[in-house]
């Protein structure tokens, strides 16, 4: 395979770019097919219009690698209805020196000193929430689990405990609905309800800023990290931005959790046997059902569960890079100014990879298996390169300790009569919000 800057002979992919100015975004947003559709049509690389903007969409291990190591021809681009409603000052939209001097102070608050730190707090939350669903038996579980990992985010992170007894929780939700639009600001359509749900969020936060710098110790969660951080000549960070960081680590702390717990109790339903092996792995790891970082790492079969969820469903779906520069991939040009779109759930569908890849299967990630070591970037959940998850330890964290707290207490059954189809935009979830009998689980 040959990169390098383009001849200008070069033809540009295959593929159509629609209608005028919204292209072919409606597709994009609506049929969870549309990737699979062109690509059986036009192969793995093919063009289309998508948000406004002419996109090259590249699907496989091979073109992760190449937009995610070369940082010469891509750029952090995202849609702009989802660069509006993070912020300007937004970790996730800031680009070069500034980017990365701010990865690194917040990179702190997920180190594994940090994380220990963490521990205790969400062992607490997660009983707290397993026994009110005890209570509650039947349940629809995906708003409960929203709850739950909003709480863990703004207790851990930025020291606020139980925000979902405000509406903090719902204002996110309907923010989320916002991100993946056409920006139309009108109060009717769902990027005018997510930019006031911007603002109302941001006036709560503001609050939540000023009364920590208020405080004489800023402590050393993400929040207290950023409020002591300083510039070159000791300015600290300004309100607006302070602001927009947290809106980023609320945002980012919970909802990508929250979809991937979902897909964990949906398939931990569907298959007992593998909820019978993960819980006699924590029972027989940690009896007195207490956890720490060294029993938690002992659960090895839990951890390939986890991994395999996030194989099946990848809470974030792919990337948006702007090409900074004419390339080449696999004989086609791909033009400065464009979009390149980067694939994660279709390259975990990869049967060259992965095996019966519509299988729930969590062997495939053992030693002896091992299928997501084959090929570099065939496993991509967090991303990769310099834009790779900040908090990609931090979600592994909650997702384990939830998990062996579930598994080992715990039993559900799906109620019938509902929909179990993944919407997947914002981030996939199950159509009817995983409606459940949740009980307690008979000893062994
Ligand atoms: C299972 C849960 C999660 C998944 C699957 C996930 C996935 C991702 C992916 C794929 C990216 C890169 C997007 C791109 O390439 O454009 C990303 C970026 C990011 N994630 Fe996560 N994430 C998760 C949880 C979290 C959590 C818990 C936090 C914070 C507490 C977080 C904070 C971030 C931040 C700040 C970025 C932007 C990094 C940058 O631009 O430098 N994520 N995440």
């Not at 004489?216 to 607006?240: K, R, V």
């Not at 951890?303 to 086609?332: D, H, Q, S």
């Not at 908090?391 to 062996?404: D, E, S």
């Amino acid at each position: 395979m040959n990169i390098t800057q383009t001849k200008p002979s070069l033809p540009l992919p295959p593929g159509k770019f629609g209608l005028p100015i919204i292209g072919e975004t409606i597709g994009f947003l609506r049929d969870a097919d549309f990737i699979e559709k062109r690509v059986k049509k036009y192969g793995s690389l093919f063009k289309t219009s998508i948000f406004g903007r002419p996109t090259i969409v590249l699907v496989g291990a091979e073109a992760n690698r190449f937009i995610l190591t070369n940082d010469k021809y891509f750029a952090i681009a995202w849609p702009q209805s989802t660069k509006i409603l993070l912020g300007p000052l937004s970790l996730s939209v800031q680009e070069g020196s500034q980017h990365q001097s701010r990865r690194k102070l917040l990179s702190y608050a997920f180190q594994p000193k940090a994380l220990a730190g963490y521990l205790p707090s969400m062992e607490r939350i997660t009983l707290e929430y397993l026994q009110k669903w005890e209570k509650l038996g039947k349940l629809t579980w995906y708003p409960q689990l929203r709850d739950y990992t909003f709480d863990v985010a703004s207790s851990l992170l930025v020291g606020e405990d139980s925000s979902f007894e405000t509406n903090i929780s719902q204002l996110f939700k309907d923010w989320c609905d916002g991100l993946f639009t056409i920006p139309i600001p009108l109060p009717w359509t769902k990027f005018g309800r997510a930019l006031y749900c911007r603002k109302e969020i941001l006036d709560h936060i503001e609050k939540i800023v000023l009364r920590r710098q208020a405080e004489q110790n800023p402590g050393q969660d993400a929040l207290g990290l950023l409020l002591q951080a300083g510039d070159d000549e000791g300015n600290g960070l300004s309100l607006a931005e302070l602001k927009d960081q947290v809106l980023l680590l609320l945002f980012a702390g919970h909802e990508t959790v929250t979809s991937a717990l979902g897909t964990l109790c949906l398939c931990l339903a569907q298959h007992p046997e593998v909820l019978a092996l993960a819980r006699a792995e924590v029972l027989q790891v940690a009896p007195d059902g207490c956890l720490t970082a060294e029993n938690l790492r002992q659960m090895t079969y839990l951890e390939m569960v986890l991994k395999e969820v996030l194989r099946l469903v990848p809470p974030v779906g792919g990337g948006f890079r702007k090409v900074v520069k004419t390339c080449e991939f696999n004989g086609y040009s791909i033009p400065e100014g464009w979009v390149a779109l980067y694939q994660i759930a279709h390259t975990h569908e990869d049967s060259s990879i992965y095996s019966q890849p519509e299988q729930f299967d969590p062997e495939r990630f053992s030693p002896e298996r091992a299928e997501d070591k084959q090929k570099p970037f065939g496993y991509l959940p967090f991303g990769g390169g310099m834009r790779e998850c900040l908090g990609k330890a931090f979600a592994q964290l909650v997702m384990k300790v939830f998990a062996a707290h579930l598994v080992r207490d715990y039993t559900w059954e799906l109620l019938p009569n509902q929909s179990l189809e993944l919407i997947r935009v914002p981030t996939p979830h199950p159509k009817d919000g995983l409606q459940v009998n949740f009980r307690r689980s008979l000893p062994l």
